[in-house]
């Protein structure tokens, strides 16, 4: 039997908090392994990284979710006892209803009431001074996001419930008020989609059969027995509020085009290169940090021995950066992707494995598909300049955003449709 190498750190807990996103990925160099194990909060873990870890993480012959999530990561990000939790039939009920939404007319859907929003609200920037992109694409994405699932929202709340979703992703890695902050606006959220719930059940309510609102609403466990209100509303908003978090993406995408306006032709000329410059957002800027499981039997990898409920985390963040996948991977290169064979391992931003059977985010395409749009619509829907900012992020905050949120001026629309 193998030894997994050892941080030597007799618990990470603070070096997770002051090192942030490359956590592993220091400590995979510096150990020269790409297993290694640490104290986490008391208990032992393992850390993985690189393609093949990726691949036995995402095999459930080996790993299951129930345990492995914090309780305040779920008070915050995602809902108490959510799909993200949930292993065997239990998950594949839940993940089949998010995967029903998932069809190209449904996303089609969406697609059209996004450009909607982005020209309504390239009108409205018009009439300002300057404008936070951040802020903005959170209330875009929000109001159409909530028209998709169908959720009523109105126009005076839509700029304060955008702000609720944001927050709840901004918690995920926060403690003190960050935490409290998240946990606030889920509180708020769940709430009022539990409200909701209740009136379609009750039928005070109607919504298009089929609808995300529709669909939670009637799901049931894998007894079918029909999920309470509560938790009903939780997987609704776990639609709404991935939708608004893709604000982080586009606010990446504009700092990407303002660096690189090299980019901005060859994005004109080439539909294809969009979905090049979109992955290549995808892949350097961080987001998710790491995913952790919890060993669902004793087993030996590469001759190392993984006990039965050890927490493991795989890497997220160290993998988009690991030149032994990414040649040059700090460069900012879309192109990359025109060669770069894409297996479910080794490009992982929002997951790997399988959508249908493994926990790989029901969100993937859409994400994809709205990050093309925003990024053709902030390149030749709109003109406007960027005055002097502070662009940087912060790799030690989890979630992270340019400081500035992207500040535009003079935005004037082109007419041309997002
Ligand atoms: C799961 C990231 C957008 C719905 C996940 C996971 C990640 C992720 C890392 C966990 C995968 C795992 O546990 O193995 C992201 C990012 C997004 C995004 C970075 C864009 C900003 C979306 C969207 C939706 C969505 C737009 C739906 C409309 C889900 C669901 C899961 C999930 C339902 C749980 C899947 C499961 O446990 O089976 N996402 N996501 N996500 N995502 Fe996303």
């Known amino acids: ?4 190498p050892r941080d030597p750190s007799l618990d990470s807990t603070l070096d997770v908090v002051r090192e942030g996103f490359p956590f592993i990925w220091n400590r995979v160099r510096n150990l020269h392994s790409d ?3 640490i104290r986490l909060m008391g208990q032992r873990a393992i850390c993985l990284h690189g393609p093949e870890a990726a691949e036995l993480f995402y095999d459930p012959a080996y790993f299951v979710r129930t345990g492995a999530v914090p309780r305040r990561v779920q008070t915050t990000l995602m809902g108490l006892d959510a799909v993200q939790t949930h292993d065997g039939a239990e998950h594949r009920c839940r993940k089949d209803a998010f995967m029903a939404l998932m069809t190209p007319q449904s996303r089609g859907r969406l697609m059209r009431l996004l450009a909607r929003e982005w020209q309504a609200a390239a009108e409205y920037w018009a009439g300002q001074e300057e404008i936070v992109l951040f802020d903005e694409a959170q209330e875009v994405l929000c109001r159409a996001a909530c028209a998709w699932a169908g959720v009523p929202l109105p126009d005076e709340d839509a700029r304060r419930r955008a702000r609720d979703f944001g927050l709840m992703v901004d918690a995920f890695g926060g403690a003190g008020p960050r935490h409290w902050r998240g946990k606030r606006a889920r509180t708020r959220t769940e709430d009022w989609m539990e409200g909701l719930i209740k009136q379609i059940r009750k039928g005070r309510l109607e919504v298009a059969a089929g609808s995300p609102a529709d ?17 009903a509303a939780i997987e609704l908003i776990n639609v709404v509020r991935p939708i608004v978090a893709i604000a982080t993406y586009i606010t990446f995408a504009a700092v990407a085009l303002h660096e690189y306006p090299a980019y901005k032709g060859l994005l004109r000329a080439d539909e294809e290169y ?4 979109v992955q290549e957002v995808r892949r350097d800027f961080p987001f998710a940090p790491f995913l952790g499981a919890r060993v669902r039997q004793d087993f030996t ?15 997220v963040y160290g993998l988009n950066h690991d030149p032994r996948v990414w040649p040059e991977p700090n460069v900012f ?4 992707f025109r060669h770069q064979a894409i297996s479910p391992y080794n490009f992982i931003p929002q997951g790997g494995g399988y959508y249908d059977t493994g926990h790989r ?26 005055p002097a900012q502070d662009l940087r992020y912060d790799l030690t905050r989890m979630p992270t955003l340019p400081a500035s949120g992207f500040v535009m001026r003079q935005v004037r629309p082109t007419g041309q449709p997002a």
């Open 1 to 4: 039997m193998q030894t997994i």
């Open 301 to 315: 990898w590469r001759g190392c021995r993984f006990d039965k409920g050890t927490l493991v985390l795989l890497d």
């Open 215 to 231: 669909v939670m609403a009637g799901l049931g466990d894998a007894d079918g027995e029909l999920l309470s209100a509560r938790m």
């Open 361 to 386: 985010c029901a969100g993937e395409w859409i994400t994809i598909e709205t990050l093309k749009q925003a990024v053709t619509f902030l390149n030749t829907g709109i003109r406007y300049e960027v």
């Open 333 to 336: 290169w879309p192109d990359r």
């Open 274 to 277: 969009t979905e090049y410059f």
């Open 35 to 37: 297993i290694f194990q």
